[in-house]
């Protein structure tokens, strides 16, 4: 066996364990009275309804409009774009055409402290009117969490004149742009217009050239580009200094588009919870208890491979977590429900299993006489095949959970459309769970099995499960 450099395994240890701490809580900063999230950690994470409640919502037509069933089939899928383009995936959504109405329950925010169920209704039932005007005339200013001016209401020309509306955009994505060579990057967001857009924008920048036109969200400005040269292409690009947040935010708000009606708010309640913080708290002590006493029957029987396991396993976890919470800026965060903790708790189930093979094999190809480093050799390698195989197989069983009961996908023609935020949430932590598994109980595991064995001291075969002698 090629043995593994020594220091691989306090290379890979320290790694696990800033990831299981910073993934467990986080990193905030303190500006002024302003709390700086750099990392996400498990107070981040949006608690389904069934753990922390919700609120329920009925929509209804303003002015007392008969909206048609295609009309508000259209109105309920842009509210469903919202709440997927805001990572809630615990949530129902169905239309009453009969009673002419929309009736909505999603759970309370991971940050809210009011719960207050109007303020929560907001963000979803308003209609966001995208425009560009000329110039860039407004009435006041205020000033922003991070300090930045904010401008609000346009006058003079700038409110007489609309360019361009949002309806003529055809797509808004949030893209990393570089302005110049040597310029750092920046979050953007991307604009391609209609073939009614191109030329209404054509139009406007070849006759504002060396001008401003700004860019509006309803009445607050976003932006305010100077127009160097016609663009004639149908593709526009919206800066203003956004994180990755803000950039994704308005470009789901952009293309989501603005409801076929405007939606009053006929009744809303707030939905009380069908399992509560407080057995949160007791499954979360349960879960602690169960790792401790799973810890200490790995390092007894299995020793050396038993502490390398119970290490891999706290990284399991922080990954999990780490995949709900929004941790990583590239994997959006997710609705935590009852299902979906039954599903990480089976992924780790799974990963104990991953390591006992392992350590298993090790100690079997000991038994048969085998030297210390071929022992774990083979013992890697015949565990391979039966902890890929299995897990292969619930990746599987978890793809197809994700693909049927999740928002609209290329499975909804097959089965119909069936957004079930329980199901859907088992799938996907149990999907998020197995990957761990690979990453940490056969990549990281092994890594630090062979880099233990390379120190002289942890050489005795006693120290892996097998005999000295």
């Known amino acids: 066996m090629k043995r593994v450099k020594k220091p691989v395994f306090f290379i890979v240890a320290v790694l696990i364990l800033a990831l299981t701490f910073t993934a467990i809580f986080g990193v905030y900063g303190q500006n002024g009275d302003n709390k700086t999230t750099y990392i996400k950690g498990a107070s981040d994470i949006r608690w389904g309804i069934d753990i922390r409640g919700g609120v329920e919502a009925t929509f209804s037509p303003a002015d007392g409009r008969e909206a048609t069933e295609n009309e508000l089939e259209s109105a309920k899928s842009i509210i469903e774009y ?51 005007r000329p110039g860039m005339e407004y009435e006041t200013t205020t000033y922003g969490a991070d300090g930045e001016a904010v401008y609000k209401t346009p006058k003079g020309e700038t409110a007489e004149t609309v360019l361009i509306e949002g309806t003529d955009v055809k797509s808004a994505t949030a893209q990393l742009y570089q302005q110049g ?18 030329k209404k924008f054509a139009d406007a920048t070849e006759k504002y050239i060396g001008q401003i036109i700004s860019i509006w969200m309803d009445d607050v400005m976003i932006s305010f580009p100077n127009v160097n040269s016609a663009i004639t292409d149908g593709n526009a690009i919206i800066t203003g200094s956004f994180t990755a947040k803000e950039a994704a935010d308005l470009a789901a708000k952009i293309q989501g588009g603005a409801l076929p009606f405007a939606l009053t708010t006929s009744n809303f309640s707030t939905i009380n919870p069908t399992l509560g913080l407080a057995s949160l708290d007791a499954m979360v002590l349960a879960g602690i208890i169960a790792f401790c006493i799973i810890a200490v029957f790995m390092i007894i029987w299995f020793r050396l491979p038993g502490f390398v396991a119970v290490l891999c396993l706290a990284g399991q976890m922080a990954l999990s977590f780490a995949a709900v919470s929004g ?143």
Request: glycine share 10%; net charge negative.
């Open 181 to 198: 060579e040597g310029e750092e990057l920046s979050y953007v967001v991307a604009l391609e217009f209609s073939d009614e857009g191109t």
């Open 82 to 132: 919202r709440m997927v383009a805001q990572n809630i995936t615990d949530y129902e959504i169905y239309t009453d055409s009969g009673n002419n109405r929309i009736i909505v329950r999603f759970p309370w925010a991971s940050d809210e402290e009011d719960f207050d169920p109007e303020k929560a209704i907001n963000e979803i039932s308003e209609t966001a009117l995208l425009t560009f």
């Open 327 to 469: 941790y990583f800026s590239f994997v959006n965060s997710f609705t935590m429900t009852l299902p979906g903790i039954a599903g990480m708790i089976l992924s780790i189930g799974i990963g104990v299993d991953c390591n006992v093979i392992t350590a298993s094999r090790i100690k079997e190809e000991l038994a048969t006489g085998k030297t210390l480093d071929g022992a774990i050799q083979k013992g890697c390698a015949n565990s391979f095949w039966a902890i890929f195989d299995g897990n292969v197989t619930i990746i599987i069983v978890a793809v197809m959970l994700i693909g049927v009961f999740g928002p609209s996908n290329i499975l909804s023609k097959i089965f119909g459309e069936s957004t079930t935020g329980a199901i859907y949430s088992f799938g996907y932590t149990l999907l998020v769970g197995v990957i761990g598994n690979f990453i940490m109980g056969i990549g990281a595991s092994r890594l630090m099995i062979k880099s233990l064995s390379s120190f002289k001291g942890l050489r005795k075969k006693s120290l892996y499960g097998g005999a000295d002698k």
